[in-house]
C-alpha cells in the first residue's frame, strides 16, 4: 500500500487568499507529481519533480507554484487563490525502476469561493 | 501533442455481461497505465502494462497493449456492481529525461444489478 499524504483534504476559502497544499509520501521517491481535476474529468499534470531542488511545469499552465526542499515534501501554494482555481488536486510519487507506477494521495478539494 | 482517447466516455451496463473499454494514444510509447478512481476518491492503480502484447488479469478485469496500433484494451469479465467506478488509461511518454503520464478521458463505468 502506498504511503503518501495530502492535507487538507477540503478547503473553502475566499478569493485573494493564499494557500499550500501540503503533499507528502514516505516511500523515497525520488519523483512527485502534482495533478488538478475537475469533476469527473481527466486528470492534467500542473508540475513535477525529480528530487531536490528539481521542479518543472507539466502540461497544463498553473498559477500555482511547487518547492522541493526535502524527498518526501512536495508543497503547493498558491499565492492568490481565485473562484477558477476551484477543483481536486491530487498529489502522486514515483520511483525510479521502469516497472514502478505513480502512487495518488487522497487529494484535495478546493473551494475558492 | 500526445492525445489519449477513451472510449466509451459513458458505459452503463447489466451485471454479469462483458464489455471492453478502449484507449487510443497518439504517439510512440512501450508503457501504459490503468487506474481505477471512485467517486470522490483518489486513484488506485490496476494494471502497468510494459511491452507489446503484454496483457495483465485480476479477478474480472484483464488488460492488454498492442503498441504497433497504439491501443490497450480494459476487458470486463461477467460485471459486478462493485466494478463500477471511473477507469482512466494513462501514457507513459519520456522525452529527453522527462518523463510524464497523459491521462485519457476517463470511462464512468455504471453496473446495473
Known amino acids: 500500500e502506498a504511503d503518501i499524504y495530502q492535507t487538507p483534504r477540503y478547503l473553502v476559502i475566499g478569493t485573494g487568499k493564499k494557500i499550500t497544499l501540503e503533499c507528502s509520501q514516505t516511500?523515497?521517491?525520488?519523483?512527485m507529481y502534482w495533478y488538478q481535476q475537475d469533476p469527473g474529468m481527466e486528470l492534467h499534470l500542473i508540475h513535477y519533480?525529480?528530487?531536490?531542488?528539481?521542479?518543472e511545469k507539466g502540461d497544463l499552465s498553473s498559477e500555482s507554484t511547487v518547492s522541493r526542499i526535502r524527498t518526501e515534501h512536495f508543497p503547493l501554494t498558491l499565492e492568490s487563490a481565485r473562484p477558477s482555481h476551484t477543483s481536486q488536486y491530487l498529489c502522486?510519487?514515483?520511483?525510479?525502476?521502469?516497472?514502478?507506477?505513480?502512487?495518488f494521495g487522497p487529494g484535495t478539494r478546493l473551494t475558492v469561493l | 501533442e500526445l492525445k489519449v482517447e477513451q472510449n466509451p466516455l459513458f458505459l452503463s451496463m447489466q451485471e454479469g455481461k462483458n464489455y471492453t473499454i478502449y484507449c487510443n494514444y497518439s504517439t510512440t510509447s512501450d508503457r501504459l497505465y490503468w487506474y481505477r478512481q471512485d467517486p470522490g476518491k483518489s486513484l488506485e492503480s490496476l494494471f502497468v502494462l510494459l511491452s507489446n502484447g503484454a496483457v495483465k488479469q485480476e479477478g474480472r478485469l484483464m488488460a492488454s497493449l498492442d503498441t504497433k496500433a497504439r491501443l490497450s484494451t480494459l476487458h470486463i469479465t461477467a460485471a459486478v456492481h462493485d466494478l463500477s467506478a471511473t477507469y482512466f488509461c494513462?501514457?507513459?511518454?519520456?522525452?529527453?529525461?522527462?518523463?510524464?503520464?497523459?491521462f485519457g478521458t476517463g470511462t464512468r463505468l455504471t453496473i446495473i444489478p
Open positions: 502522486a510519487s514515483g520511483g525510479t525502476l521502469r516497472t514502478d507506477t505513480q502512487y
Open positions: 494513462a501514457v507513459y511518454i519520456s522525452n529527453f529525461g522527462n518523463e510524464k503520464l497523459t
Open positions: 519533480s525529480y528530487g531536490v531542488n528539481s521542479t
Open positions: 516511500m523515497g521517491h525520488d519523483k
